[in-house]
T-cell receptor, first 116, second 112 residues
Framework: SAVISQKPSRDICQRGTSLTIQCQVDSQVTMMFWYRQQPGQSLTLIATANQGSEATYESGFVIDKFPISRPNLTFSTLTVSNMSPEDSSIYLCSVDKGTAINGGYTFGSGTRLTVV | DAKTTQPTSMDCAEGRAANLPCNHSTISGNEYVYWYRQIHSQGPQYIIH???NNETNEMASLIITEDRKSSTLILPHATLRDTAVYYC?????????????FGRGTQLTVWP
């Protein structure tokens, strides 16, 4: 399975500012995904990061708030813009290696964001 | 993707088998059953998946009913380190449809 490096692991940010989270994979992957996990909740899919095109956002998430880049097949960034305390969550990057044989999905260790 | 229903919480004594049920009555013929777990503050970890046959690996066994409307994840000898939230997910197995949607999962607590 793929190995994912996600940075930063945690941050405390002031409201109104923006934070960019990086996700680096040790091999080329077709699909990369960004999730949010609010305190005490399950994981919610934010968007699919597509290489060479705009990200595909899930209902309730918009590009202005969560711009995503995917410059190549091993890297993606998620920016949380104009943050408020409600954005305090764990943000996780995930990749699909494209096979059902071994489950396919690998998750990063997450970025714990606190907005004050 | 089909919806799944899991109990909110379960507990199990250390060393005993933990049997975690999942209902997926609307599952389609080409949808796989996946299990992941999330230990506190970590990213989810893949456990096992199957289509219609029972599956076993070094972590767990997956029993899928003949009509595929439900399944059970079995941890044969639970340890304290197995305390986690367990997610049952059904999705099409094709690599072209990669999204995973998580439900609320089951909080498994293993006690000494």
């Amino acid at each position: 399975s793929a190995v994912i490096s996600q940075k930063p692991s945690r941050d405390i940010c002031q409201r109104g500012t923006s934070l960019t989270i990086q996700c680096q994979v040790d091999s080329q992957v077709t699909m990369m995904f960004w999730y949010r996990q609010q305190p005490g909740q399950s994981l919610t899919l934010i968007a699919t990061a597509n290489q060479g095109s705009e990200a595909t956002y899930e209902s309730g998430f918009v590009i202005d708030k969560f711009p995503i880049s995917r410059p190549n097949l091993t890297f993606s960034t998620l920016t949380v813009s104009n943050m408020s305390p409600e954005d305090s969550s764990i943000y996780l990057c995930s990749v699909d290696k494209g096979t059902a044989i071994n489950g396919g999905y690998t998750f990063g260790s997450g970025t714990r964001l606190t907005v004050v | 993707d089909a919806k799944t229903t899991q109990p909110t919480s379960m507990d199990c004594a250390e060393g005993r088998a933990a049997n975690l049920p999942c209902n997926h009555s609307t599952i389609s013929g080409n949808e796989y059953v996946y299990w992941y777990r999330q230990i506190h503050s970590q990213g989810p970890q893949y456990i096992i998946h199957g289509l219609k046959n029972n599956e076993t690996n070094e972590m767990a066994s997956l029993i899928i009913t003949e009509d595929r409307k439900s399944s059970t994840l079995i941890l044969p000898h639970a340890t304290l380190r197995d305390t986690a939230v367990y997610y049952c997910i059904v999705r099409v197995g094709s690599s072209t449809l990669g999204r995973l949607y998580f439900g609320r999962g089951t909080q498994l607590t293993v006690w000494p």
